[in-house]
């Protein structure tokens, strides 16, 4: 059953169905037409797989992302940081990725992130003659920071899968997301240099002031999210909650950018999104319940235990294989198909737990760029106009030097870990 299921499910991959369509209906046939197990456990399994007090936090995390966007805090965050970077060497391009780190913060979702910030700076680095390809790959891989940065969808997802404490990912995810953010600052200030590209000149302090004060009330989101986790005022379900009153009560009273007619549309277009994920969440847990039963997570255990005796070459083999499947699959899928799978056997080789979530999250985001299905390949190009073939020079470019901030992560824990162990 399991191989008809693995091999039907590669089938309507490649055949580019829905991946819920994918999942839902690979696990239903297989169930259906090569075992006797009543297909109605398989409906119950679907309700079953989002009914989890973690996934309450989505729909929350998802509509005060969209509030920000609408609500004008993108813009002011892009001011703030042209004010702090703008006048270093690829000062423009090191604004898109600290702007990028920041809304990534304030929304969990990458293709969110890219369109907020994307549609505003691509203009303005092709006005500073920043090459087009190098432009792309910078919108793609920059918006994939906020896979990683908290309050991050992907790492409630990994939290919800394998019972992971959230709170203790999301603090997880401010050191991972650091160091993914400066391997890409470091290559664009080469980059500038190297091409001579121009800057922007000094703000002053009144400036910096000014700017900063705008976006104040933008910054203290993550402040609070975090803050009010690791002081005991609300749990983390109850953090995405809060975040999505506060966005709201600054884009209507102190931004008054929201009016109620763009705040019902938020909604609507938030509800569809959360659908999206809630769906793909069931489908893939369905998936999951059969590959336990028919004994793989298991057999991939048994397999690593005897073949690797380190948990070095574990972590590489996890990285190669998160990466290669990150370039095809979306972050939710990979995760509630895949971290099931590898969690006990990383748990057993003394791998900690926390760690592994961030080195999950960090592959998935750098998948979110890879070529030949990285989503915000194709969300790039909708602001961009430029084919795939154009973008792969600047796409892979970013990948290489993510690539290294992906080992240290994987390599140094204390970098994601440290404010986790002091906080305890």
Request: charged share 10%.
């Amino acid at each position: 059953m399991v191989t008809f299921l693995l091999v039907l499910l590669l089938i309507l991959l490649f055949a580019t169905t829905p991946i819920f369509v994918a999942l839902g209906l690979s696990s239903f046939l297989a169930v259906l037409l090569m075992s006797d197990i009543q297909p109605m456990i398989l409906i119950q399994g679907l309700f079953g797989g989002i009914d989890q007090f973690a996934l309450m936090a989505l729909p929350f995390f998802i509509l005060a992302a969209n509030i920000m966007d609408v609500g004008g805090l993108s813009k002011r965050i892009l001011r703030w940081s042209s004010s702090i970077v703008g006048h270093i060497t690829g000062g423009v391009a090191m604004t898109t990725q600290v702007s990028s780190m920041f809304f990534g913060a304030l929304s969990g979702s990458s293709p969110a992130t890219v369109i907020a910030i994307g549609k505003i700076m691509y203009p303005e680095l092709v006005r500073k003659k920043y090459d087009k390809a190098f432009s792309s790959g910078l919108l793609a891989s920059a918006g994939a920071v906020s896979l990683i940065i908290p309050p991050s969808i992907t790492l409630i997802i990994f939290g919800s899968v394998t019972g992971v404490s959230v709170g203790s990912l999301f603090i997880a995810g401010i050191g991972a997301g650091a160091i993914y953010g400066l391997s890409s600052i470091v290559y664009i200030y080469f980059y500038a240099k190297k091409n001579k590209l121009p800057k922007d000149k000094r703000a002053s302090f009144k400036e910096v002031v000014t700017s900063t004060r705008s976006a104040l009330w933008a910054l203290l989101i993550p402040v609070i999210i975090l803050g009010g986790i690791y002081g005991g005022i609300f749990t983390p379900t109850e953090a995405a909650g809060v975040s999505a009153i506060y966005a709201l009560f600054v884009s209507v009273v102190i931004y008054k950018e929201m009016n109620w007619k763009s705040f019902y549309q938020t909604l609507l277009d938030s509800a569809i999104t959360t659908a999206q994920v809630l769906v793909l969440v069931a489908a893939a847990q369905v998936l999951g319940w059969i590959l336990t039963r028919g004994g793989v997570p298991q057999q991939i255990a048994t397999f690593i235990t005897a073949n690797i005796d380190s948990a070095v070459t574990f972590l590489l083999l996890i990285n190669i294989v998160l990466l290669v499947l990150g370039m095809f699959m979306e972050g939710v899928a990979a995760i509630t198909i895949l971290a099931p799978l590898i969690y006990p056997t990383a748990i057993s080789m003394g791998i900690d737990p926390v760690h592994l979530g961030v080195i999950v999250i960090a592959n998935l985001a750098i998948g979110m760029y890879t070529p030949p299905f990285g989503i915000n390949i194709f969300v790039t190009q909708t602001i961009t106009k430029i084919n795939m073939v154009e973008m792969l020079p600047g796409l892979m470019k970013f990948f290489a030097v993510n690539i290294v901030g992906l080992l240290i992560i994987t390599y140094i824990p204390e970098v994601s870990l440290f404010l986790v162990h002091l906080l305890e």
